[in-house]
């Protein structure tokens, strides 16, 4: 199938979460006030070397992202990609003032037309891809691709748009920082969110790309491919 080289970049914590559970309007903790600035500069090094940046509804109503490029990292803007299979995105999100980066909204055939013609007002594009709440991700991948040129597409969450991703064969490579702190909480979000794997299939696997020390984080790149030493 066409489809973009795909790559999931996530910050993970000790304990592997990447967010406290939060209410929308509550402020992020896990962010350029506890990161280090080398790391966001390199997580930016990465948004500027995609075609597309893609998240899931939750990301942007809990954030408010505007998915760009900071710190002066070179290249123009990719094109931002948002999951929203119902049209929920409130008009005023930042991610919507397409004047400062191309964005397509990913919806379904059950999206109320009202709300698609009003991201389209803002100048965003859409892709209608499946029914229901969840975009069909196979049909999405394959008209970036097709459609809108997309070659190279960082998928930076969350939890619930990794587990989609996986489950759907789609990520060619998994990018992880271990970060030095602790979140906790049975409730915070991990990478992979919603239903586990086993017991209705096997677990996915993944082999170890690169290992990088960066002071005292670990930036970990992972591919899928049979775990070496095996029985
Ligand atoms: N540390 C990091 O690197 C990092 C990076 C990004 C985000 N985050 C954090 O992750 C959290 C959000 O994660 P989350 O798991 O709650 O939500 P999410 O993955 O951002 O969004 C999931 C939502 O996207 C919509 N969606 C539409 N089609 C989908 C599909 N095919 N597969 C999956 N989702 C689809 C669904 O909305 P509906 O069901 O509502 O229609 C779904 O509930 C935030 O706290 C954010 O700060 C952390």
Not at 27 to 42: A, D, F, T, V, Y
Not at 199 to 209: A, T
Not at 218 to 229: D, F, M, N, W
Request: proline letters at 7%.
């Amino acid at each position: 199938m066409n489809r973009p080289y795909t790559f999931m970049l996530v910050a993970v914590s000790l304990d592997g979460k990447i967010s406290p559970r939060r209410r929308p309007g509550q402020p992020n903790p896990i962010g350029p006030s506890l990161i280090n600035p080398e790391i966001m500069k390199l997580h930016n090094s990465q948004r500027a070397k995609t075609d597309g940046i893609m998240v899931g509804l939750n990301s942007i109503l809990l954030d408010d992202s505007r998915l760009t490029l900071r710190d002066q990292a070179e290249g123009r803007n990719p094109t931002r990609i948002v999951l929203d299979g119902l049209a929920e995105i409130p008009l005023t999100a930042r991610v919507l003032n397409c004047q400062e980066a191309p964005t397509i909204i990913a919806v379904t055939k059950d999206a109320p037309a009202e709300r698609v013609k009003a991201f389209q007002e803002r100048g965003a594009q859409i892709i209608t891809s499946g029914r229901g709440r969840y975009v069909n991700l196979p049909h999405l991948m394959r008209t970036l691709y097709e459609q809108f040129g997309i070659r190279r597409l960082l998928v930076e969450g969350g939890g619930t748009v990794h587990q989609s991703m996986i489950a759907a064969g789609l990520y060619d490579e998994l990018h992880l920082i271990i970060c030095p702190f602790v979140i906790g909480g049975s409730s915070s979000i991990s990478p992979v969110e919603r239903s586990s794997f086993w017991p209705k299939g096997q677990v996915p696997v993944f082999k170890l790309d690169k290992a990088e020390v960066l002071g005292d984080y670990l930036y970990v790149i992972y591919k899928p491919g049979e775990i070496s030493g095996r029985q």
